[in-house]
């Protein structure tokens, strides 16, 4: 099985359930404070792959939810300036298996990239489980 070098937001449930169901899929999880990383443009542009800029956003971080950030109207370079200053706004978790890295918890795209044994997802995977809720202190 694979070390998956995780970054997460510490305390929050959803990346708990991810990391949960990567090791019971046999993955040994490293987990790193996403919050708490010294992020430049050119360590965080290589998880987002070919994704469009927008969907490079946590749609829960208060400034998208609450309409100053608009993830369709930024350009890659205004969206990493962007989230290197506020990693709130970055999609989670980031994941690196080797020299591979992918943002986000897309149980197909995972179990595609490094299997997931034939574990069983229970529920939402991505997002923030309780939307209804304000956001999750900062740890």
């Known amino acids: 099985m694979a070390d998956v070098i995780f970054f997460e937001k510490p305390g929050c449930g959803g990346n708990a359930r991810q990391k949960a169901l990567l090791e ?3 993955h040994r999880v490293i987990a790193r404070d996403l ?3 010294p992020w ?3 360590t965080l542009r290589p998880f987002f792959g070919d994704r469009p800029v927008a ?3 946590n749609r829960a971080a208060p400034a998208v939810k609450g309409g100053e ?3 369709e109207a930024m350009d890659e370079a205004t969206a990493l300036a962007a989230m290197v200053q506020r990693p709130l706004l970055i999609r989670r978790p980031l994941m690196q298996v080797g ?7 897309e149980t197909d795209r995972v179990d ?3 299997g997931l044994g034939g574990v069983a997802a229970a529920g939402k995977m991505e997002g923030c489980l309780r939307p ?4 999750c202190p900062k740890p």
Request: hydrophobic fraction near 40%; charged fraction near 30%.
């Open 55 to 57: 969907d490079w956003f």
């Open 40 to 42: 430049t443009a050119e």
């Open 35 to 37: 919050l708490n990383e």
């Open 24 to 26: 019971q899929a046999g």
């Open 99 to 105: 020299d591979r890295r992918d943002c986000g918890f």
């Open 69 to 71: 950030v608009v993830p």
């Open 132 to 135: 209804d809720m304000p956001p």
């Open 112 to 114: 595609a990239w490094i």
